[in-house]
T-cell receptor, first 118, second 112 residues
Framework: NAGVMQNPRHLVRRRGQEARLRCSPM?????VYWYRQLPEEGLKFMVY????????ESGMPKERFSAEFPKEGPSILRIQQVVRGDSAAYFC????????????????FGPGTRLTVT | QKEVEQNSGPLSVPEGAIASLNCTYS??????FFWYRQYSGKSPELIMS????GDKEDGRFTAQLNKASQYVSLLIRDSQPSDSATYLC????????????FGKGTHLIIQP
């Protein structure tokens, strides 16, 4: 049973270019989350999506960043006109509905994409 | 905004001893709590979830929750060098399906 998949694992972009990060959730999972971890800093929530819907994007910078989770295919985190400060590890996680009476949406993380902006 | 506090460490524990990791949270309404382990350069790995007061055991790991004190802890028995990692405490930002707010993590070192 494949876990959360992310690609690419490493991405190098020059300042001003676009970065596209992809995430395929675990089988059966319909909730996708993106997090960013800056060097020597904690893990920060960016956005929560379900199929074709952005549920919560309050953690995402308002400019240059966008996310989608289309009906078919992986979730995409897109960063336009990258700057050096965007260099970080970007993690995707997924969860599933825990069933009636359940409250714990356990999130499982992918291996991450390490973005380096030169 | 919900906050999660952890002692950053490093916490140094001799091999075979019990490692005790602590976490406090700000929102009394939080219902579920998660412990993740993150090795350097790797992604977080879920090791325990807990949402009822008391203890929950899974192998060498025990999570303890005290909602009245807004405190959750993780005990690791018979610590092994392979347990050396950063341990992250997390709570949902809102409801159970929401994104997580993480503490900054406690760096645990198991000394052989």
């Amino acid at each position: 049973n494949a876990g959360v998949m992310q690609n690419p694992r490493h991405l190098v972009r020059r300042r001003g270019q676009e970065a596209r990060l992809r995430c395929s959730p675990m089988k059966g999972h319909s909730h996708v989350y993106w997090y960013r971890q800056l060097p020597e800093e904690g893990l920060k929530f960016m956005v929560y999506l379900q199929k074709e819907n952005i549920i919560d994007e309050s953690g995402m910078p308002k400019e240059r960043f966008s996310a989608e989770f289309p009906k078919e295919g992986p979730s995409i985190l897109r960063i336009q006109q990258v700057v050096r400060g965007d260099s970080a590890a970007y993690f995707c996680a997924s969860s599933m509905y825990p069933g009636q009476g359940g409250i714990s949406y356990e999130q499982y993380f992918g291996p991450g994409t390490r973005l380096t902006v030169t | 905004q919900k906050e999660v506090e952890q002692n950053s460490g490093p916490l140094s524990v001799p091999e075979g001893a019990i490692a005790s990791l602590n976490c406090t949270y700000s929102d009394r309404g939080s219902q579920s709590f998660f412990w993740y382990r993150q090795y350097s350069g790797k992604s977080p790995e879920l090791i325990m979830s807990i949402y009822s007061n008391g203890d929950k055991e899974d192998g060498r790991f025990t999570a303890q929750l005290n909602k009245a004190s807004q405190y959750v802890s993780l005990l690791i028995r018979d610590s092994q060098p392979s347990d050396s990692a950063t341990y992250l405490c997390a709570v949902p930002r809102g409801g159970g399906a929401d994104g997580l707010t993480f503490g900054k993590g406690t760096h645990l070192i198991i000394q052989p």
